[in-house]
């Protein structure tokens, strides 16, 4: 699969992971890994990326004596999601022409 395209669907499963609730590094691999596979390199990257453009937030709590990061979701996190649902019927029509179908 082409990266740049693999980079932005990883995107959308980091945000829809953390739509169901806060999350942490290990478990939000783990969530993802049912339909993709990601590494620690590539999530924490794209999770500093995604905190940088506002789409979510961090904070920690103490688990085992030792302090965990926790990451949450933003209204701008949540309207990229609705962004990328809502441009996938376009999506859909690139992929049927490539394929050289007409119909969807």
């Known amino acids: 699969m082409d990266t740049q ?3 932005g669907l990883l ?3 980091v945000l829809a992971v953390l739509k169901r609730g806060d999350s942490y590094g ?8 049912v339909c993709i596979t990601i590494s620690e390199s590539t999530l924490y990257p794209i999770l500093k990326r ?3 453009n506002g789409c979510l937030t961090t904070y920690s709590v103490e688990h085992n004596g030792r302090l965990r990061k926790y990451y949450k979701i933003t209204e701008v996190g949540e309207q990229k999601i609705q962004e990328f649902l809502d441009e996938w019927d376009q999506v859909m029509e690139i992929y049927y022409f490539i394929g050289g179908r007409e119909d969807s």
Request: net charge neutral.
């Open 26 to 33: 290990y478990q939000i691999i783990k969530d993802i890994s």
């Open 5 to 7: 395209l693999k980079k």
């Open 11 to 13: 995107e959308m499963c």
């Open 50 to 52: 995604l905190e940088n």
